[in-house]
């Protein structure tokens, strides 16, 4: 039986009351998600307007047709209010984030905090430029070197007491049965000195010959305030026709001015090296006592001969510098572990 028409009066003004109970509670949603429950109560599938929308089969066709028309415009009316409604919720939530995640792009940069060279290595880039300044070049070789290259190229004799595992880190150690020989297949080891480039640069070329070698070097020695078992070297070695002691000390005499200035006293003292004759130390006053800073001396013929040199041609001169111990009276440092205790307080003071 089709309803009467009280009833269809009665249901268009459900539908008016629903609108404005829905226009009411969308303008009043606090947020988002208050609107999307909303959205859910009044325009979803158990709000008053799907009630009445499903009334409809029980109308004649005009009253299905007008209440129909009515419903429809109500829905299209409330999608609007909550369409207005949800942007507005929208720009205040973006303007919210916004201000929470504002940059005031007046204040100064945070500029990230710039760090240094280590002070050894600043006093190798000093030295080596010092030198490259003089004329010399840089010339590196490897760190696992071989007994020939390291010990009996450089003049040093079989029962050399730096040969022992006191002194020397051995990779192979050196057969005793055996004698080293030029190919150093006999022995491996951790260089003790970065002199074994001296052999290979003279074996690559042809003289005159003026190179600077830096490098890691290592012995056996227990760490104290002047000793690690790791530290840098930089070797000197210059080859040419007539070279004299006096090449040699007026080149060194140059590099520990350009280094540690002209007010540090400094000294040459008569040494032995195998590996030079004449030979020197220079020492430096720091902290009350005269440190060595390096080793130096006339090349010995027989070191010249195991690079491929003739002796009767050529003369030379060479030199080590303890970097690490250069470095502490270059920056004031009192005891070398300081360089190798990553103590970031040590390090950032040299920025």
Do not use: C
């Not at 007491?161 to 004698?179: F, G, N, W």
């Amino acid at each position: 039986m089709k309803q009467s028409h009280a009833a269809v009066t009665d249901s268009h003004g459900d539908v008016r009351q629903a609108v404005i109970a829905a226009r009411d509670a969308l303008a009043a949603a606090a947020d988002l998600d208050e609107l999307a429950d909303i959205r859910t109560t009044h325009m979803g599938k158990r709000s008053t307007l799907a009630q009445l929308q499903r009334s409809l089969g029980g109308l004649d066709p005009e009253a299905r047709r007008e209440l129909g028309a009515a419903i429809n415009a109500a829905r299209s009316e409330l999608a609007a209010a909550e369409a207005e409604r949800r942007a507005a919720l929208e720009a205040e939530r973006d303007r919210v984030v916004l201000a929470r995640e504002a940059v005031d792009v007046t204040l100064p940069a945070r500029i990230p905090r710039r760090g240094s060279l280590h002070p050894v290595n600043e006093t190798t880039e000093a030295i080596v430029d010092a030198m490259v300044g003089l004329g010399y070049r840089v010339f590196e070789g490897p760190e696992v070197e071989t007994d020939w290259h390291n010990f009996t190229a450089l003049n040093s004799p079989p029962d050399h007491p730096a040969k022992s595992l006191s002194d020397t880190i051995y990779v192979q150690p050196l057969s005793r049965e055996t004698r080293p020989t030029p190919d150093g297949t006999t022995g491996i080891l951790l260089r003790t000195q970065t002199s074994p480039g001296q052999i290979r640069a003279m074996s690559a070329q042809e003289p005159p010959l003026y190179i600077v070698l830096p490098g890691r070097v290592y012995r056996s020695d227990t760490p104290d305030a002047t000793h690690l078992p790791m530290f840098h070297q930089i070797e000197g070695l210059a080859v040419d026709r007539a070279l004299s002691f006096a090449d040699l000390k007026g080149t060194l005499v140059e590099l520990a001015r350009t280094i540690l200035g002209s007010a540090t006293p400094m000294k040459f003292v008569p040494d032995h090296f195998p590996f030079t004759e004449p030979s020197a130390q220079l020492l430096a006053y720091y902290q009350g006592t005269w440190m060595e800073l390096l080793g130096s001396g006339m090349v010995h013929p027989n070191v010249l001969t195991a690079g491929g040199y003739d002796p009767e041609q050529v003369q030379g001169f060479a030199w080590g510098i303890g970097v690490d111990r250069m470095a502490m009276i270059r920056h004031g440092v009192t005891d070398i572990r300081l360089f190798v205790d990553n103590d970031v307080r040590f390090l950032s003071s040299f920025s």
